[in-house]
């Protein structure tokens, strides 16, 4: 397995993806994605096996401490140097899952954000990934603002 930067043609396969991992309500749009592609490619990061997308992780790069229900839909190009690292999306291919992919995924852009000096990651997550992400350092800071697909939310930050 390799992890990489994202690229444009990748955008397909990313999408099939999205759509295996969460409902229609909550996977994000082509355009969503393709902006995500465009704007944030150093903090979208792609697994590859046998060059085959079998997995992804992105976020942008926040000033506040929660990801908003408003960063679904727009976004801005990362900061160079500092902020919080968010994860919008991580998705594992149905095939590829219970393989440590998620994990390498994320240390991955734990990596990309140490090195460009961010406070935190942060993310947001159903009741059943809770345990999931606090094995991975995370700390649940209780119930989101989030409205997004009419869930219930949990804030989880990783201090870096």
């Keep these: 397995m390799m992890i990489r930067e994202v690229m444009k043609k990748d955008l397909s396969s990313i999408m099939e993806i999205e759509r295996r991992g969460f409902s229609v309500e909550e996977a994000a749009s082509e355009a969503a994605m393709a902006e995500r592609i465009q704007k944030i490619p150093d903090s979208f990061l792609i697994a590859e096996h046998e060059h085959q997308v079998i997995g992804f992780v992105v976020g942008n790069v926040m000033t506040k401490r929660y990801i908003t229900d408003d960063q679904f839909e727009t976004l801005t190009n990362n900061l160079a140097i500092g902020g919080i690292q968010s994860i919008l999306s991580l998705a594992v291919d149905p095939a590829y899952r219970k393989l440590g992919v998620g994990q390498k995924l994320m240390e991955q852009l734990e990596d ?17 990934l809770v345990s999931y992400y606090e094995k991975l350092g995370y700390v649940n800071e ?14 989880l930050v990783k201090s870096l």
Excluded: F, P
Excluded at 121 to 128: A, W
Excluded at 142 to 155: F, L, M, P, R, T
């Design 112 to 128: 990309v954000a140490t090195r460009q000096q961010r406070e935190a990651i942060s993310l947001t997550c159903l009741t059943h």
């Design 142 to 155: 209780g119930i989101s603002d989030s409205q997004h697909a009419g869930e219930v939310w949990y804030n």
